[in-house]
């Protein structure tokens, strides 16, 4: 018989409504001996069942809660929830071969994610109890997908809360390629699935890179729009627009690879400027210099790590979302997005609005915006909402 977890009594509610995480503070009493790993059940103060998961006494979050019904967690359960996750998602044809198939806690299977480039699938395990499975997983997914290879990036610090090390490498099947291109629409994508951040690219900035672009193809001016894209990474807000662009990131590599994407694409070289810079610099060098842009793309990374960041994250997003203002041309256009879980979408929102206040400017939200569809939020997970953004209209 399983190990079983008991709760305390006013602790039970959120695990009855789906919440994927069992907390040590909600624990009253272990009962048995699992292994670090292993699969326990979790049971009401008067011994009724309430879920199943998987535990590891290291972590803050002590059980992960996979089913709720009394079934048995074995490869067949995983071959089932990971199909049902991949048969979710878009057709190959629609996505371009790039897509987020399974998203954690989101798609029911906390601690999992697995992102497919072409013919490639990456694999990141962000828990001892995913970590140990890998394998298993790797191989349902080689039987229901048939890919070429799939690659570990269990390369993120989340492991550490769970006792775990960083780890990258070939899982199954053979070593990808040193750039795997894909087609996305009429551009073609090219992914380093070894260095790239996250699994390779942000594909949850996908969707709203493609929107930009037929957002802005709609302007009678599109063909002469300045496009300033800060923290660019490899340029992916910037690839599809005709006009000019001009990406700004603060790491060398990422624009080499930037540089390297849009030659590929045949995007025209004078067109295109890539700029080693730190963007809070930059973007007072360009209020002085009045140097002014139709449409500038803010696409920070995660300011807030926790709740006890949010005001110095706030005074960051503040800044930014400030200057950028002032370098947008009459008519024009900000986008501008936090991807920090502390920072909700109404703060966000006042965040830019004082900003925008500040600039003396006048602003319009015409899209409030989130992460791709291929990474949907459960909503027995609030948390899994990180991305928001909104598309400003400045006059
Ligand atoms: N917009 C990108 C993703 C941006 S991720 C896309 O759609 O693909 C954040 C990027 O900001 C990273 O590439 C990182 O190198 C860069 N970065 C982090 N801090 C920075 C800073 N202070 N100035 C400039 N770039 C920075």
Redesign the pocket.
Same mark, same amino acid.
């Given at each position: 018989m399983s190990a079983r977890i008991v709760i305390k009594a006013d602790r039970e509610k959120p695990i009855i409504n789906q919440h994927p995480w069992v907390f040590s503070g909600a624990i009253d009493e272990l009962k048995g001996r699992p292994a670090p790993g292993d699969i326990v059940d979790v049971v009401s103060s008067k011994g009724k069942f309430l879920a199943r998961g998987y535990w590891n006494p290291k972590s803050q979050i002590q059980v992960r809660l996979l089913t709720w019904h009394d079934e048995v967690i074995d490869g067949e359960w995983w071959a089932k929830m990971i199909a049902r996750s991949v048969a979710s998602r878009r057709p190959l044809a629609v996505s371009g071969g790039a897509q987020r198939l399974i998203n954690a806690e989101n798609d029911y299977l906390p601690g999992l994610i697995v992102d497919r480039y072409g013919d490639w699938l990456v694999l990141q395990a962000l828990t001892l109890g995913i970590d140990q499975r890998k394998q298993e997983i790797a191989t349902i997914l080689a039987d229901l997908l048939q890919p070429k290879g799939i690659f570990e990036r269990s390369d993120v610090d989340v492991r550490f809360k769970e006792g775990l090390q960083e780890v990258t490498g070939v899982l199954w099947g053979e070593e990808p390629p040193e750039l795997i291109s894909v087609a996305v629409e009429k551009r073609i994508e090219f992914i380093d699935v070894r260095k790239g951040?996250k699994t390779g690219? %942000?594909l949850d !900035?996908r969707d709203? !890179?493609l929107m930009l672009s037929d957002f802005l193809s709609t302007d009678p001016k599109w063909e002469s729009l300045r496009l300033l894209?800060? =923290? /660019? %990474?490899? @340029? @992916? =807000?910037g690839l599809s627009h005709v006009g000019t662009v001009t990406n *700004?990131? #603060? /790491?060398f590599e *990422?624009l080499e690879l930037a540089e390297k994407i849009y030659a590929l694409n045949g995007f025209p070289e004078p067109n295109v400027e890539f700029i080693q #810079?730190? *963007? =809070?610099e %930059?973007l007072r060098d360009t209020v002085d210099r009045k140097i002014q842009y139709d449409v500038v *793309?803010l696409? &920070? &990374?995660k300011f807030a790590h926790n709740a006890q960041q949010v005001d110095k994250a706030a005074r960051g997003y503040k800044d930014i979302n400030l200057n950028a203002f002032k370098v947008i041309a009459p008519g024009g256009y900000l986008l501008t997005f936090s991807c920090s879980g502390a920072i909700t979408r109404d703060l966000f929102q006042k965040i830019v609005f004082g900003a925008l206040a500040d600039s003396g400017r006048q602003g319009q939200v015409v899209r409030y915006l989130s992460q791709a569809e291929d990474h949907p939020v459960a909503l027995t997970f609030p948390e899994g909402e990180y991305l928001k953004g909104l598309l400003v209209r400045v006059f």
């Amino acid at each position: 018989m399983s190990a079983r977890i008991v709760i305390k009594a006013d602790r039970e509610k959120p695990i009855i409504n789906q919440h994927p995480w069992v907390f040590s503070g909600a624990i009253d009493e272990l009962k048995g001996r699992p292994a670090p790993g292993d699969i326990v059940d979790v049971v009401s103060s008067k011994g009724k069942f309430l879920a199943r998961g998987y535990w590891n006494p290291k972590s803050q979050i002590q059980v992960r809660l996979l089913t709720w019904h009394d079934e048995v967690i074995d490869g067949e359960w995983w071959a089932k929830m990971i199909a049902r996750s991949v048969a979710s998602r878009r057709p190959l044809a629609v996505s371009g071969g790039a897509q987020r198939l399974i998203n954690a806690e989101n798609d029911y299977l906390p601690g999992l994610i697995v992102d497919r480039y072409g013919d490639w699938l990456v694999l990141q395990a962000l828990t001892l109890g995913i970590d140990q499975r890998k394998q298993e997983i790797a191989t349902i997914l080689a039987d229901l997908l048939q890919p070429k290879g799939i690659f570990e990036r269990s390369d993120v610090d989340v492991r550490f809360k769970e006792g775990l090390q960083e780890v990258t490498g070939v899982l199954w099947g053979e070593e990808p390629p040193e750039l795997i291109s894909v087609a996305v629409e009429k551009r073609i994508e090219f992914i380093d699935v070894r260095k790239g951040h996250k699994t390779g690219t %942000y594909l949850d !900035q996908r969707d709203n !890179q493609l929107m930009l672009s037929d957002f802005l193809s709609t302007d009678p001016k599109w063909e002469s729009l300045r496009l300033l894209n800060l =923290f /660019s %990474y490899t @340029g @992916g =807000f910037g690839l599809s627009h005709v006009g000019t662009v001009t990406n *700004v990131d #603060a /790491s060398f590599e *990422v624009l080499e690879l930037a540089e390297k994407i849009y030659a590929l694409n045949g995007f025209p070289e004078p067109n295109v400027e890539f700029i080693q #810079a730190d *963007v =809070f610099e %930059y973007l007072r060098d360009t209020v002085d210099r009045k140097i002014q842009y139709d449409v500038v *793309v803010l696409d &920070p &990374p995660k300011f807030a790590h926790n709740a006890q960041q949010v005001d110095k994250a706030a005074r960051g997003y503040k800044d930014i979302n400030l200057n950028a203002f002032k370098v947008i041309a009459p008519g024009g256009y900000l986008l501008t997005f936090s991807c920090s879980g502390a920072i909700t979408r109404d703060l966000f929102q006042k965040i830019v609005f004082g900003a925008l206040a500040d600039s003396g400017r006048q602003g319009q939200v015409v899209r409030y915006l989130s992460q791709a569809e291929d990474h949907p939020v459960a909503l027995t997970f609030p948390e899994g909402e990180y991305l928001k953004g909104l598309l400003v209209r400045v006059f």
